[in-house]
T-cell receptor
Framework: AQSVTQLDSQVPVFEEAPVELRCNYS??????LFWYVQYPNQGLQLLLK??????LVKGINGFEAEFNKSQTSFHLRKPSVHISDTAEYFC????????FGAGTRLTVKP | DTAVSQTPKYLVTQMGNDKSIKCEQN?????MYWYKQDSKKFLKIMFS???????INETVPNRFSPKSPDKAHLNLHINSLELGDSAVYFC?????????FGEGSRLTVL
């Protein structure tokens, strides 16, 4: 069965600083990988996805992620964050169904 | 036009009561899910239906019963509510890639 580990439960950063949210997955088969964002009191919104092809995936709001098969990682990055990026971020892996990591709370401070 | 809609958005009820949450998707997807998000934001898969048939039934108490009258609808009925059922319940639909989520239904059991 597949599983996902998000290595940081909370990441505080200052505005305009770069950020990386780490995600590792475990699976014995090829999977699809996703990052979702959840703003307070809202549902989950897709940031980006890796299905196949280029290992560097660009998403909405300036985020990107790199699929690394040898390290079984799918870390999310943004070169310069804004206050409005403050939210909960979820990494997810899909084979037959979608499994989520525990989430990383990104807090952007002025 | 909302792709995945859930009703009601908020439910406050007493222990022991029975309640239902409805979900509808207009995306033409074959597969729908229910997820439970606890107070620590952890997302746990509960059920998955594919074209009205139950595919996944995780370790969920029998008090929870999903029903899919057609592939565009997946409802969740909960009997004999307990304090621990308090959570946000998310409905989602998918075809082959990412999940599309509803806005969530916040259930509070007093």
């Amino acid at each position: 069965a597949q599983s996902v580990t998000q290595l940081d439960s909370q990441v505080p950063v200052f505005e305009e600083a770069p950020v990386e949210l780490r995600c590792n997955y475990s699976s014995s088969v090829s999977v699809y990988l996703f990052w979702y964002v959840q703003y307070p009191n809202q549902g989950l919104q897709l940031l980006l996805k890796y299905l196949s092809g280029s290992t560097l995936v660009k998403g909405i709001n300036g985020f990107e992620a790199e699929f690394n098969k040898s390290q079984t990682s799918f870390h999310l990055r943004k070169p310069s964050v804004h206050i409005s990026d403050t939210a909960e971020y979820f990494c997810a892996v899909r084979y037959n169904d979608m499994r989520f990591g525990a989430g990383t709370r990104l807090t952007v401070k002025p | 036009d909302t792709a995945v809609s859930q009703t009601p958005k908020y439910l406050v009820t007493q222990m022991g009561n029975d309640k239902s949450i409805k979900c509808e998707q207009n995306l033409g997807h074959d597969t729908m899910y229910w997820y439970k998000q606890d107070s620590k934001k952890f997302l746990k898969i509960m059920f998955s239906y594919n074209n009205k048939e139950l595919i996944i039934n995780e370790t969920v108490p029998n008090r929870f019963s999903p029903k899919s009258p057609d592939k565009a609808h997946l409802n969740l009925h909960i009997n004999s509510l307990e304090l621990g059922d308090s959570a946000v319940y998310f409905c989602a639909s998918t075809q082959t890639g990412e999940l599309f989520f509803g806005e969530g239904s916040r259930l509070t059991v007093l």
